[in-house]
């Protein structure tokens, strides 16, 4: 569902319990004891409200500023003050939410005698009452929404989702049942409708709104040549996504090395991935990453959300950026799909996202830290539904010192080693790296790596399902060899071509792909490296099929750079070229077949 859809919801059902508690409060001090009758004192009346207003009083004055005191104490020097607060938060609302909540809706359980339903008279009262219930809420959060000019789909989705029944009531049923208000048949009924109108929220959304919206992504990138501008055509476009400010030093460095000339210009569109989860501290979240501009979830325990902020609006002032902040507050489940629609709807040409694991230090100090397997899954989403272009950048520390080198004419050289060794996701990566030999602090090096062994062809075909998690998902339709050969190289020509002088060229025939591979990696010549991840890969990356995979989203060169123990120094950026022949969908864990044959043409 759109942000905006979820958003609104979160806000008007805050609204309406916020209503809902004083109008309760109201009916509590009213009705005093439930006793007494007509001889009934109004003191009751008036000591109930003034207790309620004492509470909250005491609430604001003493436990508020008790809080923050808590909060300030407890946060370490450098630390966000903002942060620490949400973090307690957290472990309050896990004592609320494990402890206090369970408690009381087991209570509430215990006091509902469903046998009390008999005969068809209580159970046609309880379908008029679910009725009533629907219809008065869906129904009038639809006119509402539309005369608002909220299109009918989002209007009787924000319908379904304010018919939703919660604590609020669950309360008031129980104050009733005290009261003597309701019977033990009457509150049976209500709570049953309670159960029923919230059971059945997600799949009418469902069925409602995605199955009307978002079936699957368009993977066809460019847009229909009449509706392009000449502005749009020689612009280019990224949509960068962010878990937290620690990704902003790298994702900055990387977009300034790709900075374009003057004859062409670069729109960036940052997107905040915030997790929103069923805890309501998810509410609070939502509402300090609009108010900071970042989201103050850090599972990399970054700087401040200001900081980061006052770093992309200060990018944003470079000649020929323009940066676009926006946000995805989602589950992780779903989060691909607000990617995808927004990579589609902003037509950019690549999607970069960050990988789940962060490197500092070297060596013996190196300290590696993780997102969480969420985020990986995520980021595995997108690779298979995105409508373009796909990178995954592997941090190891690359722009760290971004504020100084984003200057253009600073003389500092950053050198950046694409790796080739064919396929077009390779194309792509060599594609990619030809823009950063336009930058001036920017120096370029081809690595062509090729086999001593050309005759030697590989058969790819597909493993069981169990095996998956642990194989490279690669294409297994076949693919004219010869003709891929000529597409890489006329790719390397037409690159040698273009930027003479400027870039490096570097050709390595070797015996070991992987030896090749691990001396570039742990090499200290470079900084950045790019890779293809390989989706149809030549004969020599068809090799490593059979490799035990540690992350098989980022393909067989990608993960040997990628995994623990192999001393890599430089960060890697890998890149899925989007659009390819035969489609993504002849996708599968596979393994390799090898053929002495040189005249058999290489199956992928």
Not at 15 to 27: H, K, Q, R
Not at 431 to 439: I, K
């Amino acid at each position: 569902m759109p942000m905006q859809v979820g958003e609104t919801a979160m806000a008007a059902a805050a609204f309406n319990d916020v209503a809902a508690w004083i109008m309760l409060a109201l009916a509590v001090a009213i009705a005093g004891n439930g006793g007494g009758g007509a001889h009934k004192s109004p003191l009751i009346s008036i000591w109930v409200l003034m207790s309620g207003v004492a509470f909250v009083a005491f609430m604001l004055a003493i436990v508020r500023p008790a809080m923050n005191w808590i909060v300030c104490r407890s946060t370490p020097p450098g630390r966000d003050f903002v942060d620490e607060g949400w973090r307690l938060i957290k472990r309050i609302e896990d004592f609320v939410s494990g402890l206090l909540l369970p408690l009381y809706f087991a209570s509430s359980g215990l006091k509902t005698d469903f046998a009390k339903m008999r005969g068809v008279e209580a159970w046609g009262l309880l379908a008029l009452v679910i009725s009533a219930a629907c219809a008065g809420k869906i129904l009038g959060t639809f006119v509402v929404a539309m005369l608002c000019m909220i299109p009918a789909r989002e209007s009787l989705a924000l319908g379904v989702l304010m018919n939703t029944k919660g604590l609020v009531e669950l309360i008031v049923l129980n104050i009733g049942k005290e009261k003597k208000i309701l019977d033990d048949e009457a509150f049976a009924i209500l709570v049953m409708m309670a159960l029923f109108t919230t059971f059945m929220t997600t799949p009418t959304v469902m069925a409602i709104y995605r199955r009307g919206l978002f079936l699957h992504v368009d993977r066809q990138l460019e847009p229909e040549q009449s509706t392009v501008t000449e502005s749009e055509k020689s612009e280019l476009r990224i949509l960068a996504c962010i878990h937290g400010p620690g990704n902003s030093p790298s994702l900055i460095k990387l977009v300034d090395t790709t900075r374009p000339a003057k004859k062409s210009a670069m729109k960036l569109y940052v997107m905040r991935l915030i997790e929103l989860t069923d805890r309501p501290s998810s509410i609070v979240t939502v509402h300090l990453s609009r108010k900071n501009g970042f989201p103050c979830t850090n599972p990399f325990r970054a700087s401040s959300s200001h900081n980061i902020m006052a770093a992309f609006e200060a990018y944003g002032q470079l000649g020929r950026v323009t940066v676009r902040p926006t946000t995805a507050i989602s589950a992780l489940s779903t989060m691909h799909e607000d990617i995808c629609h927004v990579a589609k709807e902003k037509r950019v040409a690549m999607i970069v996202l960050p990988f789940h694991k962060r490197w500092r230090g070297e060596g013996n100090d190196e300290e590696m830290e993780d997102a969480g397997h969420g985020w990986r899954g995520v980021n595995w989403r997108v690779l298979k539904n995105a409508p373009c272009s796909v990178a995954v950048l592997m941090d190891r520390g690359f722009g760290a010192d971004h504020r100084e080198n984003s200057n253009p004419t600073n003389k500092v050289l950053k050198k950046v080693c694409v790796v080739f060794f064919g396929g077009p996701d390779d194309r792509k990566a060599l594609e990619f790296g030809g823009r950063m030999v336009q930058h001036p602090a920017v120096m370029v090096t081809v690595t062509r790596i090729m086999l001593a062994e050309r005759d030697v062809a590989i058969n790819l075909q597909p493993m069981l399902e169990e095996s998956g998690e642990r194989s490279y998902s690669l294409s297994v339709a076949p693919l004219n060899a010869k003709h891929e050969k000529e597409l890489d190289d006329s790719a390397v020509a037409g690159f040698q071509k273009k930027w003479n002088g400027m870039a490096e060229y570097v050709e390595t025939v070797t015996n070991s792909i992987v030896e090749a591979v691990l001396v570039i990696g742990r090499s200290r010549e470079y900084e950045l490296l790019i890779v293809g991840k390989g989706q149809f890969p030549p004969a020599m990356v068809a090799q490593l099929a059979e490799y035990e995979a540690e992350h098989v989203e980022l393909g067989p060169v990608g993960d040997l750079l990628a995994s623990s123990g192999n001393g890599i120094v430089p960060s890697v950026l890998v890149i899925q070229q989007h659009n390819l022949e035969p489609p993504a969908a002849d996708e599968a864990p596979a393994s390799r077949t090898i053929c002495s044959n040189k005249d058999v043409a290489v199956s992928m």
